[in-house]
């Protein structure tokens, strides 16, 4: 009961990455930007580093809207990014803004020498020391955030599946593409404060992955990754408790041995069928889906 107690608040966090992230996963895998968060992560820990050689408190509020200016500024050169020919991936840009950010925290941190142990926190996480006020204040934000993709939601799937359809129909892509990075940071920005960036990479990516080796449609995605995303979480932590590892990368791991079970149970099963590995009646699912969700 006392371990119970002690995870609760952990297992409550878990619960609300896996909401935000599985659902942000499917945009960020359908866009092809699988980087995208440690791209913006990185740009977060540059201005939470210019934050302390200022002499702002790292902890306070002023850090924290400074670091998410960074992170919105990122959030607008991806969403300009997008070249129009398309002979340019946006992934590059991605990478690029990564290296510059690693590269100008570096110069940053020999300016800051002894005031940067909190910035391993960021990057490593160490959730077990969540506070339930903490927990209230993530959930009341990403449920914002939730409910800003929800309203818009047919307009965001669009986006990110069929960018010329969207042109066409005459959305502003660019407009919405900032909307989505500019909320995306924000959820990043939050989350790697209290998980680090690997755990918040694994919650992004791997249960979309996951979900993508048995389905296509984007409801039956999301209740696999959120599903995997709550029993991977209290496995992870329920083994970093009992083995005295750590947290995060113990449920790194923990994401990445249930994900080759996953492809494992995918070969045995689904490709004995033939074809794509896919049940046939969901062959094509993924594009009926996707015009129901644009249908009135």
Same mark, same amino acid.
């Given at each position: 009961m006392d371990i119970f107690m002690f995870l609760l608040a952990p297992l409550a966090a878990s619960l609300i990455l896996t909401g935000i992230h599985a659902y942000l996963g499917v945009h960020v895998v =359908? *866009?092809? /930007?699988i980087f995208v968060d @440690? $791209? @913006?992560a990185q740009i977060a820990a540059l201005g939470a580093i210019i934050a302390l050689i200022i002499g702002l408190d790292p902890h306070g509020a002023a850090a924290y809207w400074i670091s998410l200016g960074f992170t919105f500024f990122g959030a607008f050169i991806f969403s300009v990014a997008r070249s129009k020919r398309g002979h340019i991936p946006q992934e590059a840009f991605i990478g690029i803004a990564y290296a510059v950010a690693s590269a100008a925290a570096i110069l940053a941190m020999s300016k800051a020498t002894g005031e940067t142990e909190h910035l391993k926190d960021m990057l490593v996480g160490n959730i077990l020391a969540v506070s339930w006020a903490e927990v209230a204040k993530t959930a009341a934000l990403y449920g914002v955030i939730g409910l800003f993709h929800y309203i818009y939601r047919k307009r965001f799937l669009l986006i990110s599946m069929d960018p010329k359809r969207a042109a066409a129909e005459g959305i502003s892509v660019r407009l919405w593409d900032f909307l989505f990075y500019a909320s995306f940071g924000l959820v990043v920005t939050s989350s790697v404060a209290i998980a680090g960036v690997l755990l918040v990479f694994c919650y992004l990516i791997v249960p979309s992955v996951g979900a993508m080796l048995f389905v296509d449609r984007i409801g039956p995605r999301l209740a696999i990754g959120w599903t995997m995303g709550t029993l991977v979480s209290a496995l992870g932590v329920f083994v970093s408790v009992k083995m005295d590892t750590p947290t995060g990368a113990t449920? /790194?791991?923990t994401f990445g041995a249930v994900l080759v079970a996953m492809y494992l149970v995918h070969l /045995?099963?689904?490709? *004995? !069928?033939g074809g794509d590995g896919k049940l046939p009646e969901l062959q094509g699912a993924g594009d009926r889906a996707f =015009? $129901? =969700?644009? !249908?009135p």
């Open positions: =359908e *866009r092809g /930007v @440690l $791209a @913006l449920i /790194v791991c /045995v099963v689904f490709h *004995r !069928r =015009e $129901a =969700e644009q !249908r």
